[in-house]
């Protein structure tokens, strides 16, 4: 008994003593030691030079003069989290050849452990400036981010050729900037330039923030529109022949200005600049600035405009955001400087009623028809009405998305849910628009909204602020309404079906139809891809292989996956129309037979479908006017 007892004792202990043998260190403490932004004027004018001549390479070369005030230590930042990016996504790792100098004298740097995007400095005595000279490696092919060179376009983002010291608010930060391009180029932004020597521009002293949201386009080949209202039409190509622009097409792009400046009844800039690169060399690009936009255009847009329905709507949704996201800006996208993280929780406004506006801007300005816009609305309308993601995922929460999932593929993308804040925020106005004017008999719409939410203050191009009780506060003055229930039940909570509801208050139904239409071919032609998304539940490209397959669909339940490989369809090898009569004679109870490869394995698949062809289009019901009809027509 007793040599039971001492064995349970020793069984007992064991892990006790085992456990008492293992190290268990105390961490060391995170010690935030970046100088905090204080708004406060900083001592002096930084002045900059990028020189971007080495266009063959792609290589920018940067030589930065930062006034200081004494010896001690100096914190230089390279800004991360920039307004408008929605993500800490500027590229670091390009930024090589980092040097500081004072009085020509090398000074040693070191990265900080913690915030990677700083580098310290130690300031030696009698110095009245440090000079930080480093260079800016282009991507050189599409595998390494998004290539901003080429030998005959430029984008110079200053984000990537320029620091800041940190401990000051960036809009108290006064820099004076130069840029030096190849000989022959010419260069458009929303700065104005002082001096230009040669191929040597200078531009006006200006705040680090605003330098920095007043990106360039620079090129051999380029063309001014004057599209009134103070705003230019900057277009640059690699191909001159891009740029023999129909009278027509600048017309359009015209009236898209005039009917923004009447819906929103103010203007917030002084002048105003679209960069617009037609080109399939430099990366694609569509991103908002206060005073300026950059855009990237397939080759033909202009040319060969109505072969570019999908290319359209860029130029009013970016110019929208002058108005919804720079000028009225919510709360917490206002950051002293370039390190904080922006919160997003608001972009469902930001983008959400951007891309709203700009769909209706698209339309009012004759830029695409009223049937392809509304067909265009039909595709993210379906889209999102048939992703089960939505069963468990919130709309507020894909407002992280661009920090969570950056915009890498997805394995399944209509569960896991994408930035949806664009289109379902923008299906949510369309219902907004639809309440106001039942309840107004007509006689107010979202249109009131906008001159009282963002016409305020004309001329003022700084940011004011809002909140979602702003929102609200603004939407009851316009009609009063149950808006924060409204807002809570298609933003908070997850939803089992698409914001919709506004389309059948104007009149009209998303349905489903055999033929597709002229948006959704020209989606089908931009991808190479055939569409087969509310039928069998996927896409495939034009090497045969699936797309993205619809989770819950009748591909998923078979087990298919994105990037199996359609070889044959019944006895026939694969075709798109092959496969679209497959799907119309099981309309009649035919199986629909796939021979699918994954890696070395092949196997059968029988989908069992039979609704035959689907491609979704909103239908009108009825012949009178609805409130999505007026929405969409032009302001006299």
Known sequence: MATFILRTALCLAAPLLIAAQNSAPQPIPIV????AARDIDYPGVIQLEVDATDTARGIFKVREVVPVTGP????????????GHHSPDVELDKIAGVEFLAGGRKLAWRRDPVEVSAYRVEVPAGATSVEARFMFLSATAPNQGRIVSTPELANVQWESVSMYPAGYYVRRIPIVATLVLPTGWQAATAL?????????????QVSFETLQDSPVFAGLHVRRDDLGHGVTLNSFAHNAKELAIPADVIAKHRRMVDQSIKTFGSRHFDHYDFLNAV?????????EHHRSTEISTDPGYYIDYANHLLDRNVFPHEFTHSWNGKFRRPAGQIVPD???PLRNDLLWVYEGQTQFWGTVLEARSGMSSKQDVLDKVALSAANLDNQQGRLWRPLVDTTYDPIIQNRKPEPWGSYQRNEDYYNEGMLIWFEADAIIRRGTGGTRGMDDFARAFFGVRDGDWGELPYTRDDLIRTLNAVYPYDWATFLHDRVDVPTPRAPLAGFAMSGYELRYTDEPTEAAKARAKLYNSADFAYSLGFSVTQDKALGSVLWGSPAFQAGLRSGDEIIAVGDRTYAEETLKDAVTAAKGGRPIRLIVRRG????????TYSGGLRYPRLVKVGKAPGALDRLLAPLP
């Open 32 to 35: 935030d030691s970046i100088p």
């Open 72 to 83: 001690g230590p100096l914190t230089m930042m390279v800004p991360r989290w920039l307004p």
């Open 192 to 204: 104005r330039p002082t001096a230009t020597a040669g191929n040597r521009i200078t531009y006006g």
């Open 279 to 287: 080109s399939d060399q430099l990366g694609g690009i569509g991103l």
């Open 338 to 340: 370039f390190r904080q």
């Open 600 to 607: 070395d394995a092949i196997r059968t698949v029988d989908l």
